[in-house]
């Protein structure tokens, strides 16, 4: 390096040394970089070839014998760290890589200022460097280096496709030395980084028809994108409808052009690059703002650089003002956030809330650099706030819509409006109910499953934000934000610093507060208990309150009153002789207590007019595991509306209710209408509180009343994952009710392996034979089930173990039990090609009627009632049934020989299907209107063997094998369900009928998978 080189270097350091020690005693100590890197992109073999030197000043009181480097792409192949997590659980996206996949970087000519050669030592992404001189306090040393990267095809945040480029964590990073722990060399596993403030001089070369967006000023604009191109660039130039040809621009040449850019206070640099990216402008306060987006889709970011205007004024205005001179954001087929870079994708309006999140991490995790590493709630659940802060403040029109995009006036009418605040205490609170929820304060890499670092970095610190706000008071609670940010910009804090501040601005002790919700896994949830009036003598009103304290976690109470004249009393109870202050309020003696002592609270208070309901945190921001308890009187506030068939979004402060028309048909009723209602609180796909779903039907012809009810709510004294379930039903001239519990067994939740058990007592009856296109006895089944599933996945075989148990209980009039065993096998074979097994055994023993019995060719009676299609006469062509064209998955799956159905007590059957690339793709494609829905059609070969038995084991195994059609109807509203139509074509049989050849076309038609 020119010793000019060296003194910029050196008085640069120096600036950056004042301004991160200028904080005096109230900061601590941080070390100081500036980083120059040259580096070219090779577009054909997608590898950065660069040149670093990094200037490391040690602020710190230590002398400094090593150093440390991250680098990240080497976790990105077969036996690296992150390669073995994903093995541990079942996960082999790395390990399948071959060497032309693989992520990597390598070093190379490592040395010192002086020239001299230094030492590595690579441990898959960290790299330790032993310094020749040791490295006092206060001194600087230089680092120079070439490297390598390759940019792997199953990295992440770093990626070549579709001719983009996006860039990050590409380059030797110098890991922190902090006071909180020293060296921070944690392995990348692909969370979160941690990095240096300091400076970066960056030279990009790249072929020169690429427009490149990155961190810092471009400082050669007039060389690379000089006023003439960014005129023919500009978005306003791309308007009407979607271009997917090639470029109208084609700046292609054999040269290639480099690109400068300069960033100052910044602790990463990343880029990206791509031939088709048009330019949208804006400007805040003297910020730049550009848009990058590919020109396929600049109609539809015409309104980005505005958006983005917007969220730099609102964040500025309300959290501390923008530190950087510019901003850009990337069109990017992900979001990910960088200092004065984010990338972006998505169209407008929806791309507004990835918008916002990504810019929002400028403040939290650009400018305030916290351990994102160890703790990503302070820059993950930060920007979390503001995101729900900017679309409450930007997006007027749909009340913080879920996206996407809603246009049509069917979508505008009855999709439910969303508020992203609610939906993030609906994420925290149905998590956290199950069992599964995980510590805030908890490193990034050490959260069980994707579930729960969501909410652990995300959801759950976010809200913890709007329940200081609720403890603390609007007023106080901004400041505290607004101090955390402008104490700790171009700093490094950690929790306690967050939490210093809350306390010093508030003056009110709050370890209480952050030690529940940071450092535990304990939940909130306070019911009003009683509400009395008694009139005085004065005329006034003694108003008695009640309140039960049903969770773990204490917190103040706001109670609001809503009296007879129409006027409504705020009452605040708080925990300590702390309180915040409300003009109106009334603070009420404290309520002192914890886990049993002094679970129940009582009160009065003297009010000119009777209170006729009480109601807790009616503002929505105290995180209670139920708001069912928290209003006076019997019923808990409802939400009903019409089902919209699309999207249905529980809310967390009423029991919710959706109703729609419902109808079916069959030749006795002909076509029945009705009405299907369903009803939750806090339903997620694990579980719901107190859910029920009832139908209730009538048949023109027959003027039968049909009904049918399912009711489902969690027990969890018996485990994280149980429900208590109740249904009965009557329906097409059969009834039956059945009690009993479900429950799973599941390390993570959202993983493999996880084992089920369910226990179910069932009486089933038959009232109309009418109705029966199947085999079915009369009389009265009452049965005891038990059924069990284990379900695991290896690297390319999932597999699904399910038995079920079944014995007649009292007051039966059959007398049986039955066994069967079904193990399912999916193996992934690569490139399209995927092949499925089953084995299928049962075995019966007495008096077992006809609709329980064992099916060679698929399923029994007793299992079609469970299918609306099938259960009866007319729900499907009869001729299909009665031709042996119709089929229901189950039993031996013996398709070939439907028109010679045997049915018994023993059976043992064995599937096999192989599915192949689709071979009707191309040819269905080129159809008009329905091509592109058709050539989804998937293929497959099977093969199926076996044979039933009425009551011994002598097998005699038939089989048959063909071709089959899967197509999975598009367009249906996702409410309905999925609808799959199958056709088998079993050309052969070894056992044919005697007009039949065991070779010969034979066909049938179902809906569903066979198995």
């Given at each position: 390096m020119k010793p000019k080189q060296v003194l910029a270097r050196l008085f640069m350091s120096a600036i950056i040394l004042v301004l991160l020690c200028g904080w005096g005693s109230v900061i601590a100590w941080q070390q100081a970089v500036v980083y120059t890197i040259r580096v070219s992109l090779d577009t054909h073999e997608e590898k950065l070839t660069g040149h670093e030197i990094l200037m490391y000043t040690n602020n710190s009181p230590d002398t400094l014998y090593e150093v440390h480097f991250h680098l990240y792409q080497n976790a990105f192949q077969p036996g690296s760290y992150l390669d073995n997590k994903f093995r541990s659980r079942h996960n082999y996206t790395l390990a399948d890589l071959n060497g032309e996949d693989r992520g990597w970087i390598q070093i190379s000519h490592l040395r010192n200022g002086s020239g001299d050669l230094l030492a590595q030592e690579t441990d898959n992404t960290i790299m330790r460097v032993p310094l020749n001189r040791p490295l006092p306090p206060g001194e600087q040393a230089a680092f120079e280096m070439d490297f390598v990267t390759k940019i792997g095809k199953r990295a992440w945040r770093i990626n070549a496709q579709g001719g983009q480029f996006v860039i990050s964590q590409w380059y030797p990073k110098i890991c922190v030395y902090d006071d909180c722990g020293g060296w921070h060399t944690d392995q990348h596993f692909g969370h979160e980084f941690y990095g240096e403030f300091g400076s970066f001089d960056v030279e990009i070369t790249v072929p020169s028809d690429f427009i490149v967006g990155a961190t810092g000023v471009l400082i050669n604009r007039a060389d690379v994108l000089p006023d003439t191109l960014m005129e023919k660039l500009d978005i306003k130039n791309y308007g009407g409808t979607p271009e997917y040809l090639w470029p109208k621009i084609n700046l292609r040449g054999d040269t290639t052009k480099t690109w400068i850019f300069r960033a100052e206070n910044v602790h990463d640099f990343a880029w990206c690059a791509d031939r088709t990216f048009r330019i949208g402008t804006a400007e805040w306060e003297g910020v730049h703002i550009y848009t990058l987006v590919r020109e396929r889709k600049a109609h539809t970011w015409h309104d980005a650089a505005e958006a983005t205007r917007n969220a730099i004024r609102l964040f500025s205005e309300n959290f501390g003002t923008y530190p950087y001179p510019q901003m850009t954001v990337a069109d990017v087929d992900q979001g990910m956030e960088y200092p004065m870079i984010v990338m972006c994708g998505g169209t407008s309006p929806s791309y507004q809330y990835l918008f916002y999140h990504e810019i929002g991490h400028n403040w939290f995790?650009?400018?305030?650099?916290?351990?994102?590493?160890?703790?990503?709630?302070?820059?993950?659940?930060?920007?979390?706030?503001?995101?729900?802060?900017?679309?409450?403040?930007?997006?007027?029109?749909?009340?913080?819509?879920?996206?996407?995009?809603?246009?049509?006036?069917?979508?505008?009418?009855?999709?439910?409006?969303?508020?992203?605040?609610?939906?993030?205490?609906?994420?925290?609170?149905?998590?956290?109910?199950?069992?599964?929820?995980?510590?805030?304060?908890?490193?990034?890499?050490?959260?069980?499953?994707?579930?729960?670092?969501?909410?652990?970095?995300?959801?759950?610190?976010?809200?913890?934000?709007?329940?200081?706000?609720?403890?603390?008071?609007?007023?106080?609670?901004?400041?505290?934000?607004?101090?955390?940010?402008?104490?700790?910009?171009?700093?490094?804090?950690?929790?306690?610093?967050f939490m210093a501040i809350a306390e010093e601005i508030s003056g009110r002790p709050l370890h209480w507060f952050f030690e529940q919700w940071w450092n535990t896994t304990k939940t909130c949830d306070y019911a009003v208990a009683s509400l009395k009036n008694k009139k005085l003598s004065s005329g006034q009103y003694e108003v008695n309150i009640g309140l039960r304290r049903c969770g773990e976690i204490i917190m103040p109470i706001d109670l609001v009153l809503t009296l007879a004249d129409g006027t409504r009393q705020k009452l605040i109870i708080p925990i300590d002789q702390f309180s915040k202050q409300e003009e109106g309020a009334i603070v009420l003696e404290p309520w002192y207590g914890w886990d049993e002592f002094n679970r129940m609270y009582t009160a009065s208070v003297s009010l000119p007019t009777k209170a006729i309901s009480a109601e807790i945190d009616p503002s929505l921001r105290l995180a209670e595991t139920s708001r069912l308890n928290n209003r006076s009187g019997l019923l808990p506030k409802l939400d009903v509306r019409l089902d919209n068939l699309y999207v249905d979004y529980p809310t967390w402060d009423a029991y919710h209710i959706t109703f729609r028309p419902s109808f079916a048909y069959n030749d006795v009723d002909g076509l029945k209408s009705g009405l299907i209602c369903e009803g939750s609180y806090m339903k997620t796909e694990y579980s719901a509180d107190h859910h029920f779903r009832g139908g209730l039907w009538i048949g023109p012809m027959s003027g039968e009343f049909d009904y049918n009810i399912h009711y489902t709510t969690p027990v969890r004294h018996f485990g994280r994952l149980t429900n208590f379930i109740l249904k009965g039903s009557r329906i097409e001239g059969r009834s039956e009710i059945a009690l009993g519990f479900s429950d799973v067994y599941r390390r993570m939740l959202g993983g493999f392996p996880y084992t089920t058990l369910d226990l179910t007592a069932q009486r089933m009856e038959l009232h109309d034979a009418s109705y029966l296109i199947s085999p079915w006895d009369d009389g009265v089944v009452t049965t005891v089930e038990a059924q069990f599933g284990h379900h695991t996945r290896t690297r390319r075989v999932h597999t699904h173990l399910c038995a079920s148990f079944v014995t007649n209980t009292f007051k039966s009039d059959y007398d049986f039990s039955r066994v069967d065993v079904a193990v399912v096998k999916n193996f992934n074979l690569g490139r399209s090609w995927h092949m499925n097994s089953r084995f299928y055994w049962g075995h019966g023993e007495g008096d077992v009627p006809m609709q329980r019995q064992f099916y060679l060719t698929g399923a029994n009676p007793a299992e079609e009632y469970d299918a609306q299609f099938y259960r009866s006469k007319g729900g499907l062509p009869n001729v299909w049934r009665k031709d042996g064209h119709l089929h229901k998955g189950g039993g031996g799956n013996m398709r070939g020989y439907l028109e010679q159905n045997e049915i018994g007590n023993r059976i043992l059957a064995f599937n096999l299907e192989l599915n192949f690339p689709k071979i009707l793709r191309r040819p269905l494609a080129t159809l008009p209107l329905i091509g592109k829905h058709l050539s989804t059609i998937e293929n497959y070969a099977f093969f199926d063997m076996g044979d039933i038995r009425q009551k011994d084991y002598t097998f005699t195994f038939q089989h048959d094998a063909g071709l089959g059609f899967l197509w999975t109807v598009p367009k249906i509203p996702p409410r309905l369900g999925k609808y799959i139509i199958r056709a088998d074509f079993p050309v052969y049989v070894s056992h044919p009928l005697p007009d039949e050849d065991e070779l010969e076309f034979r066909w049938l038609v179902a809906l569903g998978h066979a198995f």
């Open positions: 995790y650009g400018a305030v650099g916290s351990n994102e590493t160890a703790y990503p709630c302070l820059d993950e659940g930060f920007t979390t706030y503001l995101t729900a802060f900017a679309l409450d403040s930007l997006v007027e029109e749909y009340e913080n819509l879920d996206w996407p995009d809603l246009k049509t006036w069917y979508e505008r009418t009855f999709y439910q409006k969303r508020n992203m605040r609610l939906s993030r205490y609906h994420k925290y609170l149905t998590l956290a109910k199950t069992g599964y929820e995980e510590k805030v304060l908890i490193h990034s890499d050490q959260t069980r499953e994707r579930l729960t670092y969501r909410n652990s970095a995300y959801n759950k610190p976010a809200i913890t934000l709007y329940m200081l706000e609720y403890v603390l008071g609007d007023d106080v609670f901004n400041e505290v934000v607004r101090t955390y940010y402008e104490r700790y910009t171009f700093h490094h804090p950690y929790p306690d610093d």
